[in-house]
């Protein structure tokens, strides 16, 4: 398999996930749509991927990565579930990005 062709498939596969999400939150199934967004399929896919790309050094340094950014991850899910009936979608969504980068950022000082 060409590299080319590896990345057409990792963007099939992500764009599934995506898709499977989005029509289970459109159906009013929250839970199963957000069941869908955690499930570790996309970090189970990139751990297989790097794994067989890279070998283990880069797969360990994805997983510790991972852990680093969940808190600012939360400070996103946080800020959209207080902010989203308060302040309308958009605006929320806005302010939870910003909220997520500075968190990553503050993350990345923290870890280098």
């Not at 996930?17 to 499930?39: D, E, I, M, N, P």
């Amino acid at each position: 398999m060409t590299e080319w062709s590896k990345y057409v498939l990792y963007f099939f596969i992500g764009g599934t996930l995506v898709s499977v999400s989005t029509y289970l939150g459109s159906q009013g199934k929250g839970f199963l749509a957000a069941l869908a967004s955690t499930l570790p399929v996309i970090s189970g896919v990139t751990f297989i991927l790097v794994y067989l790309n890279a070998g283990s050094a880069p797969t360990v340094s994805f997983a510790k990565n991972l852990i680093w950014l969940s808190p600012p991850w939360f400070v996103y899910v946080g800020t959209m579930i207080a902010a989203v009936p308060k302040l309308g979608f958009w605006p929320a969504y806005g302010l939870a990005l910003t909220l997520y980068a500075v968190g990553v950022g503050i993350t990345r000082l923290f870890i280098h």
